[in-house]
């Protein structure tokens, strides 16, 4: 939703500017994807790229199916600190920190 100008007291405008917890608002169905922006309070919307769409589809289904890789990413991640957290010294978590590298290929 996207806020031009003055939202005069009383308008759908400003009610929703000012907080207004339910409203009642008809939107025309669109066959439109957009990103909404928040700066410095004020609201502004980017149309999807059809790359961006396909990527929005993916996550839907992703997350519709349970799990993403983000979240296993995140997983991964936490399991990781605990174990190198856990190491007894340095020496091991260098090691341990080699161990991954290796199996990503060396980076």
């Known amino acids: 939703m996207l806020f031009v100008g ?4 009383g308008t759908l405008g400003h009610l929703i500017r000012n907080g207004a917890q339910r409203v009642r608002i008809h939107v ?3 066959d ?3 990103v909404l922006h ?4 004020d609201l502004s919307a980017e149309k999807l790229s059809p790359e961006r769409r396909r990527a929005d589809d ?3 289904a992703a997350l519709a199916s349970g799990r993403d890789w ?5 997983q991964t991640v936490l399991e990781v600190r605990s174990a190198l957290l856990a190491a007894p010294d340095d020496a091991t978590r260098r090691r341990m920190l080699d161990r991954v590298k290796a199996a990503l290929g060396g980076r």
């Open 6 to 9: 003055y939202q005069a007291s």
């Open 28 to 30: 025309p169905q669109l």
């Open 32 to 34: 439109e994807r957009f």
């Open 38 to 41: 928040r700066s410095s309070g």
């Open 58 to 60: 993916e996550l839907r």
């Open 70 to 74: 983000h979240n296993e990413y995140a």
